[in-house]
């Protein structure tokens, strides 16, 4: 992520989506990069995150071996993680959202 400028610019228009409640963006090992959340919660959802993108990574693969994960919605009842993964480049983006919101 070269231009820290357009990430910058990248998170305030995330944020202006209605129902955006923050985003992170997360290194392959599971670190957080860059965050608008408070830092407990931007640790727990790198984590957790990183595993479970891992291993919806490994589903696809093992389904097909010429396939790759390129989008993961997790849905429940108080919000929407959306996660963008970037693999060749070594991190991903995390958006989490209140599906409610209209």
């Known amino acids: 992520m070269g231009d820290i400028a357009a990430v910058d610019e990248t998170f305030k228009r ?3 989506h209605k129902g955006v409640i923050g985003a992170i963006v997360v290194n392959s090992e599971g ?3 860059r965050t608008t959340f408070d830092n407990d919660l931007t640790v727990q959802y790198a ?4 595993f479970f993108t891992v291993k919806a990574r490994s589903v696809v ?5 010429e396939n790759d994960l390129k989008f993961l919605r997790i849905r429940s009842k108080k ?8 693999f060749d480049c070594g ?6 959202q209140d599906p409610s919101a209209d």
Not at 47 to 50: E, H, V
Not at 61 to 65: E, N, V
Not at 79 to 86: G, K, N, R, T
Not at 91 to 96: I, K
């Open 61 to 65: 693969r093992k389904l097909d071996s």
């Open 79 to 86: 919000h929407e993680i959306m996660i963008a993964p970037e």
């Open 14 to 16: 995330l944020q202006s």
């Open 31 to 33: 670190i957080p990069i």
């Open 47 to 50: 984590a957790l995150s990183n």
């Open 91 to 96: 991190y991903y983006l995390l958006v989490v």
